[in-house]
């Protein structure tokens, strides 16, 4: 290339040379010709050679100071990308960076990771799901993965969050991995946020069982008490409820690959985290701002005493004993041991059938030939003169 610049310059510096001429033979413009010329005449053919296309000034050009603010964002959180940091450095400098320009000063510091490509499946069908339209419509529950800490202490974290807003409700070592522990907490944070209108988890213990009807466990139930309806994710599909998936995937990269000595250790990790994910890390869904911005109290307060079921005339009212029992026309049948101490009501459907309903959810019937408890088809409890 040199070489062919050399050659046109010293063919355009002879007498009477055409330039025009000489830009068609080389194949370039007339622009293009006199600047190779030009620079010649002042430079010698050695000025002929390539040329940085760096601008001379950059009145744009990020400081010293600035790059180490950005650089120290990225310290403070590894697993923030760009966009995110940019809020940050804008939020804290007062300027705005693009997306690209973080990113190409973060890697020429060496501080961004290398990905394998990421490969692209067809995404399967997934069940209908309430959609969140304000704070405390649903709640998503689920246990994280375990891990051990430095002293060998297991730590399996209950993590509870908003749908609307995001926000990470708690991220709570339980001491022991009985319902009352789960319960206790779950009822703390009933106390502190109020309640929701709908709880989403997946079907494990001790949130749904196999064997119960309509999967109720002795928690779940309480929650149905509560006027708090359910919703699982279908078995072994976890993308039912991605969203709190990609929250266990933050929790994973950013505390569980930091262990600490132990499990108080690992608990104040935790609430830091949440604080951070709450209050600090800006989100991408929510347009850049922070859960803690869009989420507020629910205006349904947990009640002082254990609510009382009513189910209004038509229903003959059963409490079912600790055994699961209930006692109808001298016959002792087995409802569920999952709602024991609470009552539920009984109506006639026909001759040969009673429905048996617990709150707003129609849990089974009675055939009155067989004596026999078993599922029923879903039936909307609106259409029963029941409360929702």
Known sequence: MIEQRRKFVQRAVAAGANLSALCREFGITRKTGRLWRDRARREGLQALADRSRRPLHSPHRLQEEEVCHLVMLKSAWPNWGPKKLGQLFAENLGRKLSRSTCHRVLKACGLVATRKPRVRRPVSVTVAARVAREPNDVWTIDYK????????????????????????????????????????????????HGLPKVIKSDNGVPFASTQGPLGLTRLSASWVALGIHLEHSRPAHPQDNGAHERLHRDIKFEVESQRQVDAKAQQTALEVWRREHNEVRPHEALGGRRPAELYRRSPRALPRDRPELGYGPGYLVRRVVPTGNISYQGHSLFISTALAGWDVGLRRLDENVVEIWFSHLLVGELNLQTMRFGSAPSRSAKAHGLAA
């Open 145 to 192: 993965g375990w891990w051990r800490t430095a002293d060998g202490s297991r730590c399996e974290p209950l993590t509870v969050r908003d749908a609307f807003s995001r926000y990470v409700l708690c991220a709570h070592l339980p001491p022991n991995g009985r319902t009352e522990s789960v319960e206790a907490e779950i009822n703390r944070l009933f106390r502190q």
